[in-house]
């Protein structure tokens, strides 16, 4: 069974400001919470696209959403083709030749069934074989990078994706070991992180494998750079009024939103009482949310992974 608790549902899904035969992704189906709901408000003449990389999320998919029928295309791919993806469906419209749909959704990160599922390795808390891979067919495995990569290049992608301050000596601690032997396990890996951490710092800022955790997943699956192409592909794809919601849950992530949206904005100098922008520079995007939105108390109650996520909206103009 394949239990995701969604985040900021109804919040991320009303910010797209869903038309009952409009055409819209959700670039990250998991466990099609999202989508059932946009799904919903949608007539026979609407299209929702849903977008993993996952196998999982598909194949839950195919069930959960049977009941909307042709309504919904499933597709298997990194949202960072998300141009490509669109331009290859012929009910998408173009315009010169680029791909507009009306409102696009992303939740990053991975879902709770694959951070739970023992043998996914995503999880310091269940002994499994350093994979982390989100689409299991790639190539790159954190037990490549674990026992392959140089010292130099494992810390910085604990310093850089975790925001780890014992990168170094971690680093040092993992190249030692592999020296006898290869790294197998994740519990042998939460067990040299926690080594390579000062018993002093560990008491504090959770499980002491956890930044590391998080900077080896962003590290396999090129999260970051994944979800900046996505989302430059998103702000061409909208069709003008069209809407892109994300949902982020950490600090990386979100400055990679806010700085994208920024550089869409208007840089237009016309005096104010012009009626119409002549200066050329009025901006592709206007924000929906100055300040992101972020779970309520009662959501946080029911569902404590929420806490960390940020809702931020823009509009194509
Ligand atoms: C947080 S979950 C989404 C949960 C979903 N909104 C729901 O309500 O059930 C994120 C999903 O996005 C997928 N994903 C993450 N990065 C991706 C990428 N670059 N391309 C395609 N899918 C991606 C993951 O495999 C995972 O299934």
Known sequence: MFHHITVLKEEATEGLQIKEDGIYVDCTLGGAGHSGLIASKLSEAGRLICLD?????????????????????LVKTNFRDLETVLGDLPFVPQKDGVPQVDGIL?????????????????????DAPLDMRMDQSAELTAAT????????????VLF??????????????????RAVQPVEGTGELAELIKEGIPAAARRTGGHP???SFQALRIAVNDELGAFEEGLHSAVRCLAPGGRVSVITFHSLEDR???????????RCTCPPDLPY???????????????????SEAELEQNPRARSAKLRIAEKL
């Open 256 to 266: 990679i939103c806010k700085q994208i949206f920024a550089g869409y904005l208007s």
């Open 145 to 156: 990078i674990i026992n392959t990569w140089s010292e130099q290049e494992i810390a910085r």
């Open 160 to 177: 850089q994706y975790g925001e780890e301050k014992f990168s170094r000596r971690i680093a040092r601690k993992i190249v030692d070991r």
């Open 53 to 73: 990389q996952d196998d999982w999320a598909l194949d839950n998919a195919k069930q959960q959403l049977a009941e909307y029928g042709e309504r919904i295309v």
């Open 106 to 126: 992303f939740d990053l990160g991975v879902s709770s069934p694959q951070f739970d599922e023992g043998n996914r390795g995503f999880s310091y808390n269940h």
């Open 277 to 295: 922008c002549v200066c050329g520079a009025e901006g592709t995007l206007k924000l929906v949310n100055r300040k992101p939105r972020v779970p």
């Open 209 to 211: 494998a956890k930044r």
